[in-house]
């Protein structure tokens, strides 16, 4: 038999489906349409001018032992979770601009205007997710940090629900031997994203940012049974949660529950 060509809801494949009942959302605008070539020059103008001015102003809350780690030159890995994924990934290589950094990207579209934004702050991309090239990009991250360079994950998703910690980070942390640190960025003044699964948090412009950073946790090499370890991650990040929240003057509760191990 000849190649059949398959065509369902305006998609071309030569595949034939195991499901019949699925629809796709039609891309609005395709690539080389004029509204791109608009669109993405203006956006990357907007991220020059986001990445590079001083919109906020950062107050370091350090826990001592993670203090004494950070004075050294040592490859870290920085957890937080994507409720405040933007203050994080935006205020740390400000805190610290001596420390190189890295991050993970997925490959969505969204996911290459991030890739665009955290170079412009300094970050060395790694693109991969859990879902698509997960392994791939875990294997390119032990590299960085074994090159020095620290990474910084949003060790939550790329699914619901907030703050479930998922294995990629205890995994990361157990072959590459480096500590984790869990973080906590959290602005005076903010706009969450409440109809997101993340409830992603986005500071206002000149508005104060506590950012936290809690003490270290170190993994075992070829840990075997890591859920312990997700929720002693998540754990961290609760009590942050709380402070953080404390001294945004806001309720003594984190915006979610950990499990009991």
Known sequence: MGDRVFKRNNVVSKHQPIVTDFKTRPVKHRDGHWMNRFWKPLGKGLLQVATRFPFYRYILRTHPEAKALLAGNSAVIFGCTHQDMVDCYNGLPRLMPDRPLSAIVSYSRDGDLSAMALKMLGYEVVRGSSSRGGGEGLMMLRATLGSGTSVLMACDGPKAPLADVKPGIVRLASTS???????????????????????????????????????????????????????????????LARWSSLWAQGPDVAPFKVAEE
């Not at 640190?181 to 409440?194: C, H, K, M, S, V």
């Open 177 to 239: 031997k480096c500590p984790i640190l869990p973080i906590r960025a959290w602005g005076l003044n903010r706009l969450t994203l409440n109809r997101s699964w993340s409830k992603t948090a986005i500071t206002l412009p000149f508005m104060p940012v506590v950012f936290c950073v809690g003490a270290p946790i170190r993994i075992e090499a070829r840990a075997k049974d890591i859920r312990p370890l997700q929720i002693r991650i998540a754990r961290r990040i609760h009590t």
